[in-house]
C-alpha cells in the first residue's frame, strides 16, 4: 500500500468533447471526495457550453484535434502528481470513501506478487442494461474477468505505472487496451471496484464499428499481444452473447449484443472508414481530417480493409 494522505494533491485528467450534460455533475462528484486535485483537461473544441464548465471549476484546459488516444496521451504528459485520476466527463460518482477505498488497494501486492498499479473504479450502474447483463453473467461464472476488466474512464494509477507510455495518435478508441498491456509490461496489474455511481456511456449502441476499427489498428501496432481482445469481441462474441442469453433467458440480451459484435465485425473490416465518431454516432465524413485517417505523425499507416 503506498503512502497518501486526502491531503496530497493528484493530477485529475479528463478527456471533453460536447461534454456539457453531464460534466458539472461529474466534477461536483468528484470535488465531493478528492479534497486535493489539480483538474487537466483536453478538449477536442467543443461547441456546447462545455469550456465555461470547466473554467467554473478551475481546469487547466488544452486543445487536441488528433485522437482520443492522443488526448489520454497529452493528460498523462502533462501531469506530475505521484498518483492520477483519469476520469470521464460522464462519469458520476456518488458513493462516499470510494477515493479512500481505491487508495488503500494502489500498490498493494495481488494473489501472483505483481504490485497494482491501477485500480478502475466501476459504477455500479452502466446504461444500456442489454450490455451490463451480458457482463456481469460472465463475471458471476468467471470472476477473473471482473479481476483484470479494464477502462480508463475512471480508473486511478501510480504514475510509475504509465511510466515511458506513448499511446499511438491513430487510436481513436482501445486505448484503454494500450494502457492495460503498457501496464502489464511495466510488471504491474491492475484490479477493479465496485461503487455506487453511473458512467452514461453515450453512443454505446453506435460504438461497435468505432471500437472493431481500433482494434484492428491496435492489433497492427501490437501485433499478438492484441489477439485476446479481437478473438473475444470480434469472433468469439456472438457465441457468448448467445449462451448468456439462453442460461438467463433474456432475447433482448441477445439481440442488442449481436448487433453490437456485427459492428465490431464490420468496424474491424473496414478500420479506415470507421476509426473516428462523430458526436451522431455516425462514421466521419471522408472530407474531414482525411490525410490522418491514412497515417499518424509517426507514418505508421492505419490498416485497409
Given at each position: 500500500?503506498?503512502?497518501?494522505?486526502?491531503q496530497?494533491?493528484?493530477?485529475v485528467?479528463?478527456?471533453?468533447?460536447?461534454s456539457a450534460?453531464?460534466?458539472?455533475?461529474?466534477?461536483?462528484s468528484?470535488?465531493?471526495?478528492?479534497?486535493s486535485?489539480?483538474?487537466?483537461?483536453?478538449?477536442?473544441?467543443?461547441?456546447d457550453?462545455?469550456?465555461?464548465?470547466?473554467?467554473?471549476?478551475?481546469?487547466?484546459?488544452?486543445?487536441?484535434?488528433?485522437?482520443?488516444g492522443?488526448?489520454?496521451?497529452?493528460?498523462?504528459?502533462?501531469s506530475?502528481?505521484?498518483?492520477?485520476?483519469m476520469?470521464?466527463?460522464d462519469v458520476?460518482?456518488?458513493?462516499?470513501?470510494?477515493?479512500?477505498?481505491?487508495?488503500?488497494?494502489?500498490?498493494?501486492?495481488?494473489e501472483d506478487?505483481?504490485?497494482?498499479?491501477?485500480?478502475?473504479?466501476?459504477?455500479?450502474?452502466?446504461?444500456?442494461?442489454?450490455?451490463?447483463?451480458?457482463?456481469?453473467?460472465?463475471?458471476?461464472?468467471?470472476?477473473?474477468?471482473q479481476?483484470?476488466?479494464?477502462?480508463?474512464?475512471?480508473?486511478?494509477?501510480?504514475?510509475?505505472?504509465?511510466k515511458?507510455?506513448?499511446?499511438?495518435?491513430?487510436?481513436?478508441?482501445?486505448?484503454?487496451?494500450?494502457?492495460w498491456?503498457?501496464?502489464?509490461?511495466?510488471g504491474?496489474?491492475?484490479?477493479?471496484?465496485?461503487?455506487?455511481?453511473?458512467?452514461?456511456?453515450?453512443?454505446?449502441?453506435?460504438?461497435g464499428?468505432?471500437?472493431?476499427?481500433?482494434?484492428?489498428?491496435?492489433?497492427?501496432?501490437?501485433g499478438?499481444?492484441?489477439?485476446?481482445?479481437?478473438?473475444?469481441?470480434?469472433?468469439?462474441?456472438?457465441?457468448l452473447?448467445?449462451l448468456?442469453?439462453?442460461?438467463?433467458?433474456?432475447p433482448?440480451?441477445?439481440?442488442?449484443?449481436?448487433?453490437?459484435?456485427?459492428?465490431?465485425?464490420?468496424?474491424?473490416?473496414?478500420?479506415?472508414?470507421?476509426?473516428q465518431?462523430?458526436?451522431?454516432g455516425?462514421s466521419?465524413?471522408?472530407?474531414?481530417?482525411?490525410?490522418?485517417?491514412?497515417?499518424?505523425?509517426s507514418?505508421?499507416?492505419i490498416?485497409?480493409?
Open positions: 500500500m503506498i503512502m497518501h494522505t486526502r496530497e494533491r493528484i493530477d485528467l479528463m478527456p471533453t468533447y460536447n450534460k453531464y460534466l458539472d455533475s461529474a466534477l461536483r468528484l470535488e465531493k471526495s478528492v479534497l486535485h489539480r483538474l487537466i483537461v483536453v478538449d477536442h473544441h467543443s461547441k457550453g462545455t469550456l465555461e464548465v470547466l473554467k467554473k471549476h478551475k481546469a487547466d484546459v488544452y486543445f487536441d484535434d488528433k485522437s482520443l492522443n488526448a489520454r496521451q497529452i493528460l498523462f504528459e502533462k506530475s502528481s505521484r498518483v492520477l485520476l476520469l470521464d466527463s458520476v460518482i456518488y458513493e462516499r470513501g470510494w477515493y479512500e477505498k481505491a487508495i488503500k488497494l494502489l500498490g498493494t501486492p495481488s506478487g505483481r504490485l497494482i498499479g491501477a485500480v478502475v473504479i466501476l459504477p455500479r450502474v452502466n446504461p444500456p442494461v442489454e450490455l451490463e447483463k451480458f457482463k456481469r453473467f460472465w463475471w458471476r461464472l468467471l470472476p477473473s474477468l479481476h483484470d476488466f479494464f477502462v480508463t474512464h475512471s480508473t486511478l494509477f501510480l504514475r510509475d505505472s504509465i515511458g507510455i506513448h499511446i499511438p495518435e491513430q487510436l481513436g478508441a482501445a486505448e484503454d487496451v494500450y494502457v498491456l503498457h501496464i502489464r509490461r511495466r504491474y496489474v491492475s484490479r477493479t471496484i465496485m461503487v455506487d455511481g453511473i458512467h452514461h456511456f453515450t453512443l454505446s449502441e453506435k460504438k464499428r468505432w471500437m472493431g476499427a481500433n482494434l484492428r489498428i491496435l492489433q497492427s501496432i501490437v499478438r499481444e492484441a489477439l485476446q481482445f479481437v478473438l473475444r469481441n470480434v469472433f468469439f462474441y456472438p457465441f452473447a448467445f448468456a442469453a439462453m442460461f438467463t433467458r433474456d433482448g440480451m441477445l439481440r442488442y449484443n449481436i448487433r453490437r459484435w456485427f459492428g465490431y465485425l464490420v468496424g474491424y473490416l473496414f478500420p479506415k472508414r470507421y476509426w465518431i462523430n458526436r451522431d455516425t466521419p465524413s471522408r472530407s474531414c481530417g482525411q490525410a490522418a485517417v491514412h497515417r499518424d505523425s507514418n505508421q499507416a490498416p485497409e480493409s
